[in-house]
């Protein structure tokens, strides 16, 4: 079980993920500026990995970024994973990677889109997230992050086996649900 340190994070995630987003492929520029609008965490087993799926706003549309936190740099990384450090205070410098590219991330989306995991609170230890809902499925599944979110009827029911379906709230203020990941 991960533990939530109630501490400064230097730069911040925000921060972070202004300066690493635009870089990436699937960022449509001038939406403004980036506020969190959701996630949820999942726990690494083996406790060395922090992982947390953000969704963040600009004015205009709201993305999802997978983020692995690491005490170490992760050996081998893929060009382009490293979002940056962040001096963190009480771990101290930590290493954030894009999760979809993080092995130990990709494995638990993996066992969470499978049932084994369940997805936690961005802010306490080990409280389910209950606005996340999962419709397991079974076998071998490979995560498939859908960046750039789109907004989901809430007339549409239960959610597709395979994804995984959480709330966030749009920059105007209104509520919407949106696909996160689904079984490749």
């Not at 726990?43 to 969704?55: R, T």
């Not at 997978?66 to 410098?93: D, K, Q, S």
């Amino acid at each position: 079980m991960a533990t939530i340190h109630h501490t400064t994070i230097e730069p911040g995630k925000l921060e972070l993920l202004a300066a690493w987003l635009p870089a990436q492929s699937w960022f449509r520029p001038g939406g403004g500026e980036l506020t969190r609008a959701g996630g949820f965490r999942l726990d690494d087993p083996a406790g060395e990995v922090g992982i947390e799926l953000l969704v963040v706003t600009d004015d205009r549309d709201a993305y999802l970024v997978p983020m692995a936190y690491r005490g170490v740099p992760l050996a081998g990384a893929p060009e382009g994973a490293l979002i940056g450090t962040a001096e963190h205070g009480v771990l101290g410098t930590r290493w954030f990677y894009d999760g979809a590219q993080d092995p130990v991330v990709r494995a638990e989306l993996a066992r969470l889109l499978r049932g084994e995991t369940v997805p936690q609170q961005q802010s306490e230890s080990d409280a389910v997230d209950t606005s996340v809902t999962v419709a397991p499925v079974a076998g071998a599944v490979e995560p498939v992050v859908h960046r750039v979110l789109a907004p989901v009827e809430e007339s549409a029911g239960e959610p597709v086996a395979g994804r995984v379906v959480a709330g966030y709230t749009a920059p105007d203020g209104s509520a919407r649900r949106a696909v996160f990941v689904t079984a490749g």
